[in-house]
DNA sequence: CATGAATCGATCATTCGTTATCGATAGATA
DNA sequence: TATCTATCGATAACGAATGATCGATTCATG
């Protein structure tokens, strides 16, 4: 593993390299092929990876296998992580049967609902409890991150039960901002507001003129 | 509206702003608190809402109102915004009820599926169309935003079919990449490895010291 | 009315990120 | 073997984004 920190642009595009670099067949990619699939400078594409790999070789490029566990390493997915999701309405149960979380090393260990009994009730293999176990739940298993999926109504109440509860990172898929203290983190998933984002963008694109084969991908 | 085109940085800042700007409570609200509140810089606030408003006054900040307005305008949120969804499962059900799309004027138009029959089935007050009548709807109603949310062996297939159906921008729930032509944007949600990202900040984190009283947002 | 505090907006400096260029290397080919 | 080409990696130039500083403005207060 690498020692210099790297950039928050760097860190943000890692996710899309693996993403792409697990479709790859064949045993040798170059950063050539991978920038103009992903929509990206070549330059940029050989900078970032020098980052976190050292495969790389003049004429072949990089070995698939091993760029691939560089980008695993290097997100810190090759090992489990635990999360919770905190409400259990439809995006909650999406949430639970999404088919990508076991790919990157995330485990959902439990979800919680305000209107959960304080039986445990099960989703599929999951068990969804009552808010008031979220707390010690998290302390006992040591789950820093949490999934907000309640109401917009509901999700500050939510957010301060789960910094009440150790959680050190929130996604946040209610669509309304939420305060949190100054070291906890919260990403913001406003369906919506990605949207309004991905319409300005197509307004501007038809003004600029594109000259990569494909599109561009963004984080 | 103002002419001068929004940096890429200030753009991806605005989504934050106008969520925040709504929870405002009182008639007025300056830089400083916005700052305090998202975890910026605000000298940065300034600078952003300055290119997009020019309602702000010294001493007393801006109307909350007016600033208000001046955001979703500069989103193009003050108009409807049409999207289509595309995989009826779990996920996209989920989106179907999700409750923030009316609040930033986005209408989900119709959602499409491959497993629907030839006759439209609803959910809710929502049409659920087979993927062979994508095309035509698109056409007809002009629709240039979608949202795919189909498993990630079908992924490329359903994204084909809306490129080819004029869909100009796609926001991607499926965990896999997308290939798709230059003139289309894909934006990526793959919940997985955006917990995997927020994973890495907390641990980065715990070296930095923070000095701001809230807690860093990130779009 | 004079003073002080809070805020805006502009300029400048600095840091960060991207792009261009070039030499080095490994394989292919004549 | 000599040459050619694709690729890597490093350096340097460029551009974008952020942060610091300062004057200007407005309200509050004595």
């Known amino acids: 593993m690498q020692s210099t920190t790297l950039s928050k642009a760097t860190l943000s595009r890692l996710p899309l390299y693996l ?3 697990r479709t ?5 990619i170059s950063a050539t092929i ?14 970032d990876l020098r980052m976190i790999s050292q495969a790389g070789q003049p ?3 990089y070995p698939v296998q091993q760029l691939r566990r560089d980008l695993e390493m290097a997100l810190g997915i090759h090992q489990k992580i635990s999360a919770v999701i905190v409400g259990a ?10 088919d990508g979380f076991h790919e990157y090393g995330l ?13 445990p009730f099960r989703h599929g293999n999951m068990s969804i409890y009552a808010m008031s176990k979220l707390k010690s739940f998290c302390q006992q298993y040591d789950v820093r991150l949490g999934i907000l999926t309640v109401p917009a109504s509901a999700a500050q ?13 929130i996604l946040n898929f209610a669509p309304c901002h939420i305060r ?7 990403r913001q998933m406003n369906v919506a507001l990605a949207m309004a984002h991905l319409n300005l963008m197509v307004h501007q694109e038809n003004k600029e003129q594109e000259e990569t084969h494909y599109g561009k991908q963004i984080v």
Chains 1, 2 share one sequence.
């Open 19 to 21: 993403q792409y670099v």
């Open 24 to 28: 790859v067949e064949g045993s040798m």
């Open 34 to 47: 991978i920038a103009r699939n992903l929509g990206l400078g070549e330059v940029q594409v050989r900078k």
């Open 59 to 61: 004429k072949v490029g």
């Open 89 to 98: 309405g439809k995006m909650g149960t999406a949430l639970m049967d999404y």
């Open 107 to 119: 485990e959902i260990a439990a979800a919680f609902d305000n209107h959960a009994s304080q039986v």
């Open 157 to 169: 109440d939510a957010a301060d039960q789960m910094v009440a509860s150790g959680i050190a990172a």
């Open 180 to 186: 949190v203290p100054a070291h906890v983190i919260v």
